[in-house]
């Protein structure tokens, strides 16, 4: 019976428990972030590349 309400105690714990969902919302903002540079780093080096070419091209 002992077992039941030590169950219980745990599960009431990890109700209170936030540190959890703490680390999930910093683990998102990190994804976001990394999505935002590799997005960003995507576009410029496109955009150096034809800077490149067209100064290639004109040598």
């Known amino acids: 019976m002992t077992e039941i309400?030590?169950?219980i105690n745990l599960?009431?714990?990890l109700r209170s428990d936030r540190r959890a969902v703490t680390a999930l919302e910093y683990?998102?903002?990190a994804g976001?972030?990394?999505v935002a540079i590799v997005a960003?780093?995507?576009t410029l080096g496109t955009t150096l590349a034809?800077?490149?070419g067209a100064v290639s091209s004109g040598i």
Request: net charge neutral; aromatic share 12%.
């Open 5 to 7: 309400f030590d169950l």
């Open 11 to 13: 599960v009431k714990q």
């Open 27 to 29: 683990g998102l903002i």
């Open 32 to 34: 976001g972030i990394a």
């Open 40 to 42: 960003s780093v995507n």
């Open 50 to 52: 034809g800077m490149f």
